[in-house]
């Protein structure tokens, strides 16, 4: 509705106007076709709970996110681990496997330290070989690729998946940092912007931090303006993703709608995260889920779940951090126990089918309530030791079907 409300005011003003609207065309219908995808997660940006193994390789407890993997080892001895974590954690082979599970669209995080390392910043780069690997593996399976920037400088949230695990993110309080960010999605941009039939999406950050109120959220709603693509090349069919910063839908009624085209939405919704949403039983799981799709299906920009999982518990390991607990368990400090994290997380061999059963549910009930919206990207892919979050375990023990419009309770959300 809103292209069309668009293309009645330029019809007004006179038809030169109409063109350079009509010229946009992403390399994707997001207006007409959901999308249905995974995060590669924990590939070329480093995630603790993704990969606990390289972590604990290390035998250094402060090592907790890949700011210390660089700053608290040999630089040798930190880059062979990468090496030959970003040969073998994501291969052509799961290109093919997301393909034949009938997914159209993998989104992959990379940190700004793949395309330039600062000054004094122990950050390890050589991933931008691997982008370019994602890249013609998406192309020779038919997939759209989204390059999501996980991390900027300075860090966006202080999330060990920003790069840099800190308690007061720092990104928006300096212009250095911004410009930096900036200088990043220009070079994204060049890189792919011819080729938008493969990477139709630019996301330019991930998850800023909003909730720690006007200081983030002015900068933020200046810098989605700033890396717009249509900024960088006239003729530009890349879309823009633009992230929620963890505010209510509402916050961005009319942001970025008009003189504006190919703007999208993300929106990241997991029930794992408050003592509240973890206390959940499982029926109290699928109704929050399928009580998002009414306000996905009124918004006005494209919007995508670009993250969410099937865990309805925080008990993977070191999923708050490296060396935290649970607040299922009563672990993490300061929680109340819910319950036992034994069977929860981990190897699926472990868990009963009343658990598979309602895993089942779940992602029925998260996917059809998204896709009252334009669609949802599974956080995430694969994990070491946390089947619950893996969608390729998912695949092998029965709770996500092997074709994802194969529903076996199409109506859990009636």
């Not at 200088?183 to 139709?200: A, F, N």
């Not at 509402?250 to 703007?263: E, K, N, Q, T």
């Not at 996905?296 to 099937?310: M, Y």
Request: aromatic letters at 14%.
């Amino acid at each position: 509705m809103p292209l069309l409300n668009r293309l009645l005011s330029f019809a007004v003003l006179g038809i030169s106007a109409v063109p350079s609207v009509l010229s946009f065309q992403p390399g994707f219908s997001y207006g007409s076709e959901k999308v249905r995808g995974v995060n590669l997660g924990g590939w070329l940006v480093l995630e603790p709970w993704i990969t606990p193994s390289i972590f604990e390789n290390t035998d250094n407890d402060d090592i907790v996110d890949e700011w210390t993997f660089g700053e608290y080892q040999d630089y040798d001895t930190a880059k062979a681990v990468l090496q030959d974590h970003w040969n073998s954690w994501i291969t052509e082979d799961d290109f093919k496997a997301i393909a034949a599970a009938g997914l159209n669209h993998v989104r992959l995080p990379i940190g700004y330290w793949a395309f330039a390392v600062g000054s004094g910043e122990p950050y390890i780069s050589g991933q931008l070989d691997y982008l370019k690997k994602a890249i013609t593996w998406a192309s020779n399976h038919d997939l759209k690729l989204i390059i999501d920037l996980h991390g900027a400088p300075g860090s966006q949230n202080g999330f060990d998946n920003s790069g840099q695990r800190m308690s007061y993110p720092t990104w928006q309080s300096n212009q250095t940092n911004i410009d930096r960010t900036n200088e990043v999605i220009k070079t994204i941009i060049s890189m792919v912007d011819s080729e938008y039939e493969i990477v139709p999406v630019i996301a330019p950050l991930n998850e800023p931090a909003g909730y720690d109120g006007d200081d983030m959220l002015t900068v933020v709603e200046q810098y989605w303006k700033d890396s717009y693509p249509y900024n960088s090349s006239t003729e530009s069919n890349t879309v823009e993703l633009i992230h929620d910063a963890f505010q209510d839908l509402s916050y961005w009624d009319g942001f970025m709608v008009d003189g504006y085209d190919g703007v999208a939405m993300d929106t990241h919704i997991y029930q794992v995260f408050s003592d509240e949403q973890v206390a959940y039983n499982y029926s109290q799981h699928i109704k929050e889920a399928c009580s998002h799709g009414s306000s996905l299906a009124d918004f006005d920009l494209w919007i995508i779940v670009g993250e969410w999982s099937t865990a309805s518990t925080d008990c993977a390991k070191w999923l708050n951090g490296r060396g935290r607990g649970a607040r299922y368990d009563g672990s993490l400090s300061g929680s109340t126990a819910v319950g036992s994290c034994t069977g929860k997380t981990g190897n699926a061999t472990s868990f009963s089918s009343g658990y598979k059963s309602f895993m089942r549910q779940y992602w029925e009930a998260q996917v059809i309530s998204y896709e009252k919206g334009n669609g949802w990207i599974q956080w995430t892919w694969k994990a070491e030791n946390a089947d619950d979050w893996s969608y390729q375990a998912g695949l092998k023990y029965g709770w996500i079907p092997q074709d994802p419009t194969d529903l076996e309770y199409p109506k859990i959300c009636d």
